[in-house]
């Protein structure tokens, strides 16, 4: 039984490494690194080694790139239910600067070819699940289809509204039952789904009040969880839900760590949100917050996206239960 379903995309990474990072009409000099990545499979590698059992949906290509994701998935246990498409298999390109920050280029390939009839072929798929965790990094349609199926399933689902230009309509935002948007997700889905203009530099520091209202306004039933990277996490629930919480909205501060690449960070959080969630459905929400907090302040401290993963043991070592 796959506790956690995540349906998302799959990407060979090829990592730049520099001082700072590159400026118009600049070249500059950098060290050079390759392995996997895309938010999908960065999320299913979370949720798999925070604990629970996971199932990845994708579409890759027969060729390289689609071998080494079927040979990692395999490594960490992860139930692979890839759609093999004639396009090649999805890439990256990062660049990673001194202080951690880092900018990113996406060659879609075949995760623009990954359709709902993948998962509406696979009926077992949803049988046991508890959580559905997906992205916009696969075809808009398919996403708001495939939550939907999850939905009428009775499975909670949990979707991660990146990268922030990606397509979206407010009818998919609502399959949600939880959305985990970053500053700036938050401030381009305000702008686009409810004509509200605040600047993602400003989220973190809006008022705790003005916060939630907004939160309200892009999800009226669901609970929105904005991750704030390096000050950590704000929560607003519908009141007709608290999921376990005392309150409708707080904030939840990040852990100190000392962090040297936050590339996949925020699908660190994801996954192992995912994970907390179907591993203890009946925990208050914070728990599952505070627990996907140090999960992805302790994939930092890594290199990379998926294989800077750490496991449910390095989190209990590092900052107890």
């Known amino acids: 039984m796959n506790s956690v379903i995540v349906v998302g995309s799959f990407n060979v990474d090829h990592v730049w490494r520099c001082a700072d990072l590159p400026a118009v009409g600049a070249t500059i000099a950098g060290q050079y690194s390759t392995g996997p990545g895309g938010k999908g499979f960065n999320q299913a590698v979370a949720a798999a080694r925070a604990g629970a059992r996971t199932a990845f949906v994708c579409a890759l290509g027969d060729d390289a790139g689609g071998a080494l994701a079927r040979q990692l998935a395999q490594a960490d246990g992860i139930d692979l239910r ?20 880092n900018s990113i ?37 398919t996403i708001e289809a495939t939550l939907a199926m999850a939905r009428e399933a009775g499975i909670a689902t949990v979707l991660n509204p990146a990268p922030a230009n990606a397509a979206s309509s407010i009818g998919l935002l609502r399959l949600a039952d939880l959305l985990t948007p970053n500053e700036t997700e938050f401030a381009a889905l305000l702008a686009r789904h409810v004509g509200e203009r ?11 009040a003005r916060l939630h209202a907004l939160c309200r306004l892009l999800l009226p039933h669901g609970s929105v969880v904005i991750t704030l990277g390096s000050v950590g996490a704000f929560v607003s629930h519908a009141d007709e839900q608290l999921r376990g919480d005392a309150q409708p909205y707080y904030r939840i501060g990040a852990e100190s760590v000392s ?30 917050v505070r627990y996907a907090n140090r999960f992805a302040a302790l994939s930092t401290e890594q290199a990379g996206a998926a294989a800077a993963m750490p496991r449910h043991a390095d989190v209990l070592e590092r900052f107890g239960p």
Do not use: C, K, M, W
């Open 82 to 101: 890839a759609e093999v498409s004639d396009q090649p298999t999805g890439t990256a390109g990062i660049y990673v600067d001194a202080r951690g920050r």
């Open 198 to 208: 605040v600047e993602a530099d400003h989220v973190a520091t809006l008022d705790g």
């Open 259 to 288: 962090a040297s690449d936050t590339t996949g960070a925020g699908d660190a959080f994801n996954g192992a949100l995912a994970a907390s969630l179907a591993r203890s459905p009946e925990a208050a929400f914070a728990t599952h």
């Open 105 to 141: 280029v996406i060659g879609a390939g075949a995760n623009g070819t990954l359709g709902a009839t993948h998962v509406a072929a696979d009926p077992g798929l949803l049988a046991d699940a508890r959580v559905l965790l997906a992205q916009l990094e696969s075809p808009a349609e």
